[in-house]
């Protein structure tokens, strides 16, 4: 196996200093154990048994995980669900028990890098569909279409989407199950933004009417808990539940007891999380779309879901990054997504966005 470094990662390791806000995070707001529980509940994970959990993650929060699909998948239930350390290792392992080498795997650039560089790990091949500007970052089957092949193993998606903030309709996604099936492929869904519908225009997609759809979620988002390392994976392919669970018996063997805890509560409360830190993006959004109509050589899509946007500028780009993290923000070039030009990515989670803001503007 050849492991690529995360480009992102390796973007961070070369910066000089940190600065003080990172203005392209991916994650909600920031929050701590206090923040979410109550006394009672810190309480109850303190007296949590340190010892092995089950492989597949425990019953009473792999429910409270399907009670967030209960109503798009009343079919399925939480045997369909395997908890893994985030959508990082859902994403690992999927590609890990469907790739052999030289595989194909077709995937929107620009994206999340693991995305993009995973499928080389396995000595398989990325094909990317390449998202424009002009097309307000929408792809068409055709352009999916047009890189099929016998090689191909499987299409690999992620909506709403990083770094655009742009949303697959269910009419796209119904005929990319078409396709799919037709080629008999995998469909994988990173869904770590599906909650994050700010404006409410339902961008929770149903993937998982097709067989051999898998799809992949985390605290790490939308409930801004990456710091509690509980992912998921939720498939109606049995075989393909059974071998991530099997390679995770070499990976992680279980989570720790005490996120497991934490995520239970964390379901318990979960439309109250979701609800206010999708008011944050929200509000972030239009304060940012000001600063957009402020700053002429700016331009932009803004997001339809998600908590990411992708920002074009007229100024060539490098000094006008290096201008701003000298004024302690820290802003991701669209390079390290994949996509060339003077394109930056912007994360609307924070509750330090505002702050962030004014260092640079004026
Ligand atoms: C689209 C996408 N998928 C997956 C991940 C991985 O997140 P985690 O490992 O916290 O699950 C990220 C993190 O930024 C992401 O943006």
């Given amino acids: 196996m050849k492991i690529r470094a995360m480009k992102h990662h390796d973007f961070y390791e070369s910066l000089p200093r940190r600065a003080r806000y990172n203005l392209s995070d991916a994650c909600g707001a920031t929050a701590t154990l206090q923040d979410i529980l109550s006394t009672d509940e810190i309480a109850a994970v303190a007296s949590v048994p340190l010892i092995y959990g ?6 009473d929060l792999r429910a409270g995980i399907y009670s967030l699909y209960q109503k798009l998948y009343p079919e399925l239930s939480s045997d369909n669900i395997t908890v893994l350390s985030g959508t990082e290792e859902g994403l690992f392992s999927i590609m890990a028990c469907i790739l052999e080498p030289e595989d194909e795997v077709i995937g929107m650039l620009p994206c999340y890098p693991s995305l993009s560089d995973l499928p080389a790990c396995f000595g398989a ?11 307000r970052w929408q792809p068409s089957i055709e352009d999916f279409s047009a890189q ?9 998606i992620n909506s709403p989407h990083n770094p655009t903030g742009m949303l697959l309709d269910q009419s796209f996604i119904d005929s990319l199950i078409a396709l799919c099936q037709r080629h008999d492929l995998y469909l994988i869904s990173d869904d770590v933004f599906a909650f994050s519908d700010f404006a409410n225009i339902g961008s929770q997609l149903n993937v998982l009417k097709y067989e051999k759809a898998i799809l992949a979620n985390v605290l790490s988002k939308t409930f801004g808990l990456p710091g509690v390392r509980i992912g998921w994976v939720m498939t109606r392919d049995e075989e393909l539940s059974k071998s991530i669970r099997d390679l995770k018996t070499y990976n992680s063997i279980c989570q720790s007891q005490l996120d497991e805890q934490v995520a239970c509560f964390v379901m318990q409360k979960a439309d109250a999380l979701i609800k206010r830190n999708n008011k944050i993006v929200r509000e972030n959004i239009e304060l940012f779309d000001d600063f957009i109509a402020n700053n002429d050589f700016l331009s ?17 780009l490098k000094p006008l990054l290096e201008s701003w993290f000298e004024k302690e923000v820290l802003v991701l ?30």
């Fill in 54 to 59: 089950s492989v597949e993650g425990r019953d």
């Fill in 125 to 135: 091949v990325f094909k990317p569909v390449e998202l424009k500007f002009e097309n």
């Fill in 300 to 316: 932009w899509h803004k997001p339809e879901a998600g908590m990411l946007g992708l920002v074009h500028s007229t100024k060539p």
């Fill in 148 to 156: 099929i092949n016998e090689r191909t193993k499987a299409i690999v």
């Fill in 333 to 362: 070039p669209g390079e390290l997504f994949g996509i060339e030009g003077d394109y930056f990515r912007v994360g609307f989670g924070k509750r330090e966005f505002s702050e962030a803001l004014a260092c640079i503007t004026g």
